[in-house]
Nanobody, 114 residues
Framework: QVQLVESGGGLVQPGESLRLSCAPS????????WAWYRQGPGKEREFVAG??????LISETIEGRFTVSRDNANDTMYLQMNSLKPDDTGVYYCNVRELPDTYWGQGTQVTVSS
């Protein structure tokens, strides 16, 4: 079993930036896929960004404002979020697929409000 711990959420004003981190409780396989999802108030959980077999994918709804990366040295995934909008408000979840298992973090709250 793997625990994923997200951090970096908070309350920011529109236009500001945040960087989220996701760290696993043990080192994961180099073939694992990593992703960020989010769930806004009254909305379904949606894909934000991820790294799949070394290929980075970003949801089109993000419009180029976010960047996903992973630090191999400390096995941590990051989500750099710039030009945040109120619609970005929600709980952000880390997801890792290390076949045959899939793991979810507990989520970190991001609130964008003036």
């Amino acid at each position: 079993q793997v625990q994923l711990v997200e951090s970096g959420g908070g309350l920011v004003q529109p236009g500001e930036s945040l960087r989220l981190s996701c760290a696993p409780s043990r080192r994961l396989s180099s073939t694992a896929d990593w992703a960020w999802y989010r769930q806004g108030p009254g909305k379904e959980r949606e894909f934000v960004a991820g790294i799949f077999s070394g290929i980075t994918l970003i949801s089109e709804t993000i419009e180029g404002r976010f960047t996903v990366s992973r630090d191999n040295a400390n096995d941590t995934m990051y989500l750099q979020m710039n030009s945040l909008k109120p619609d970005d408000t929600g709980v952000y979840y880390c997801n890792v697929r290390e076949l045959p298992d899939t793991y979810w973090g507990q989520g970190t709250q991001v609130t964008v409000s003036s």
